[in-house]
């Protein structure tokens, strides 16, 4: 038996603003269990926690007071009108502080007149804490939205300095930094943003022995780590510690997003293992699209911001990928893996492991820092690598026989970086010099530095690559004779 109830202005927040509502109930107590199961929120202002009715509420049921009759026992009849009537005072409010002062107010004004922001929702998101995996390309674009969407305290983790070949992506850095901690540059950019802002820097490489701590302090994680070591470290401990992941890559012209929240999967589901060392390039190696750093990292801060409030639909077992150079975007599902060994049903990596170790790049840190010194004694320029050509040196391409095709230096020789230490004794003299090419330098100084572990000592990275010599217009040999 349907009956009709008068909402008050003070209660239409909890009723989707409708004055008047319909609910079936044989009495009132019913009908006032009915609306507070139907209108989370309203049964604190018309239950009593002892039962009966509260005293700082009114009932009329067709006009004549509830308790008149018997109060919450009053029996009730279809086409029956209820009405609830709460008391009001238009005094003084309690002496409390407002959720935003003026100035946020005003700031974040676009935000509040979203519905599922509101001033709740902003001072939600004030008080939240997100940690950015990197200050790079993806995490650049993350952290300036979230700067600016008013998240109260943003963490960058990163070891690295501003190189002059980060500024065409990495948004977070100027010319004037190049040279100065990216942790530094971030903390300055962010708080011209929104200088209320707190910026938490760890100018540190995140590892096993730090991943856990620094985490652990902050309410969501932002991936912008650009290589396969560390996106593993922070999912194993995103699962350890519970705490909800938003993931993002870039390569070349494609873009890959994600969201693993806890409990319903993580990049492990998604990638059970890293791919074979050097078979996946770095953006170094292969080149990146500026702005695609920005949109995929936009997203990413979408995506946070969405986690935060609690609202709308998370990427969490949707992976979007986006061709930049096609403009076409793919939505694949991905599942959690029961039998995944970190968030499986019973897992069996129960704390970080060694990640250099697992993605098979074992020290790689360290070879590195021990390589620097004799990079000048190791490196030639295009135009002595030309010279020493000219003289009959044997030049070896390490890149892929499809790289060869498009484009090669005329009389250097194709030998796969993967194939080249099992055939190093039948190409390579160790008397004789011999320069190394990849595509930008990188590949070829990894040559290197194997080729002369293994004796032969003569050989020598071609600095930049085949970018660097055709920088310098000298001669290359290109798919169809151009």
Request: glycine share 10%.
């Amino acid at each position: 038996m349907a009956v009709q109830v008068y909402i008050p202005t003070p209660y239409r927040q909890f009723t989707e603003r409708a004055s008047r509502v319909e609910a079936e109930a044989a009495n009132l107590q019913q009908l006032l269990r009915v609306l507070a199961e139907r209108y989370p929120g309203l049964g604190d202002r018309i239950l009593a926690p002892e039962g009966g009715l509260p005293g700082h509420l009114n009932i009329y049921i067709n006009q004549v007071e509830a308790r008149t009759l018997q109060a919450e026992r009053t029996p009730l009849a279809a086409g029956d009108e209820v009405a609830l009537i709460p008391a009001m005072a238009g005094g003084a409010v309690p002496a409390t502080a407002p959720l935003l002062d003026r100035e946020q107010l005003e700031r974040y004004s676009r935000h509040v007149r979203l519905d599922e922001i509101g001033v709740l929702g902003q001072r939600k998101l004030l008080d939240s804490k997100v940690l950015i995996i990197g200050a790079g390309a993806l995490g650049s674009g993350a952290a300036i939205y979230l700067a600016a969407a008013g998240v109260g305290t943003i963490g960058i983790v990163d070891p690295d300095r501003v190189d002059l070949s980060n500024l065409h992506r990495q948004v977070l850095h100027f010319t004037h930094d190049v040279g100065r901690p990216k942790v530094q540059s971030a903390r300055r950019h962010l708080e011209d943003i929104n200088p209320r802002l707190q910026v938490r820097t760890f100018e540190t490489r995140l590892s096993s022995d730090n991943a856990l701590e620094i985490i652990g302090q902050f309410d969501v994680v932002v991936n912008g780590s650009d290589n396969f070591p560390t996106r593993y470290l922070v999912n194993d401990a995103c699962v350890l510690l519970g705490k909800p992941l938003v993931d993002a890559s870039i390569l070349k012209w494609d873009g890959q997003a994600t969201v693993f929240l806890p409990g319903k999967g993580c990049y492990r589901c998604l990638f059970p293992s890293p791919p074979p060392p050097g078979s996946v390039p770095s953006c170094a190696e292969g080149g990146v699209l500026g702005a695609l750093a920005g949109h995929m990292s936009t997203l990413e801060a979408i995506e946070t911001v969405k986690i935060l409030l609690g609202q709308g639909d998370p990427l969490s077992g949707r992976l979007i990928l986006f061709d930049a150079l096609a403009g076409e975007y793919q939505q694949l599902r991905w599942r959690r893996n029961p039998e995944c060994p970190v968030c499986g049903d019973n897992p069996t990596v129960r704390e970080l492991i060694d990640y250099e170790g697992f993605c098979g790049v074992p020290g790689a840190h360290e070879e590195e820092a021990e390589a620097e010194p004799e990079a000048v004694q190791r490196d030639l320029t295009p135009r002595r690598a030309w010279e020493l050509l000219q003289s009959g040196v044997t030049m070896i391409d390490v890149r892929e026989p499809f790289e060869f095709q498009q484009a090669h230096i005329p009389g250097s020789e194709l030998v796969p970086l993967g194939s080249l230490l099992a055939k190093a004794k039948q190409v390579l003299d160790p008397k004789r010099e011999t320069v190394i090419v990849c595509r930008i330098g990188e590949r070829s100084a990894v040559a290197v530095e194997a080729l002369r572990r293994a004796g032969f000592e003569k050989t020598y990275n071609l600095s930049g690559g085949l970018v660097a010599w055709i920088n310098e217009q000298l001669p290359v040999e290109q798919a169809g004779g151009r």
